[in-house]
C-alpha cells in the first residue's frame, strides 16, 4: 500500500460544515494518517510484512467520513491529502517514531520486528500489515 495512492479516497464530496481547527491540525485524523505511514515505512522496509490495502482503504473511508463530519470541505480534505508538504511531514513523524522504537534504514530486522509487535498487540499498525512467514 501507498499511502498517497490511497489518501485519494478521503476526497469524495460531502457537505461542508465549519470546522474547528485546520486539518494539519486536528488530533484524531494527524494520529490515524501516521499509523498508515508507519505501516507503510514498515512494509517498505521488512519483506516478510505486506500491506493489507483492503483493510486501509477502509480505515481510510471511516477517516474521511470522520473529517467531513467535522466540518472540513472537499477542497480542504483534497488540499491536505495531496499537499506533498504534508505527505514529508508525516513520513518524517513515522520515521521519528520507528527511529525511537530501534528502526532506521538498513536495520530490516528492527522494522519486521516492530511490525510484529504491532500485529501481536492488534493495534491499527499491527491491523493495516500482514505477516508472510
Known amino acids: 500500500m501507498k499511502l498517497s495512492l490511497t489518501l485519494a479516497t478521503l476526497m469524495i464530496a460531502a457537505p ?3 470546522a474547528d481547527l485546520p486539518i494539519n ?3 484524531h485524523i494527524n494520529h490515524i494518517l501516521l499509523q498508515g505511514f508507519i505501516g507503510d515505512a514498515i512494509a517498505d522496509n521488512c519483506p516478510a510484512l505486506e500491506p493489507r490495502k483492503l483493510r486501509a482503504l ?4 471511516k477517516l474521511r467520513a470522520y ?14 491529502v495531496t ?4 505527505k514529508a511531514r508525516g513520513k ?11 528502526a532506521e534504514p538498513g536495520k530490516e530486522a ?14 491499527l499498525i499491527g491491523y493495516l500489515l500482514r505477516d508472510t512467514e
Open 16 to 18: 461542508a460544515l465549519a
Open 25 to 27: 491540525k486536528e488530533p
Open 58 to 61: 477502509g480505515e481510510l473511508n
Open 67 to 80: 473529517a467531513q463530519e467535522k466540518g472540513y470541505s472537499v477542497a480542504e480534505i483534497r488540499a491536505f
Open 83 to 86: 499537499s506533498d508538504t504534508e
Open 92 to 102: 518524517a513523524e513515522a520515521a521519528e517514531w520507528l527511529k525511537a522504537k530501534g
Open 110 to 123: 528492527e522494522y519486521c520486528r516492530i511490525g510484529r509487535e504491532e500485529i501481536a498487540k492488534e493495534s
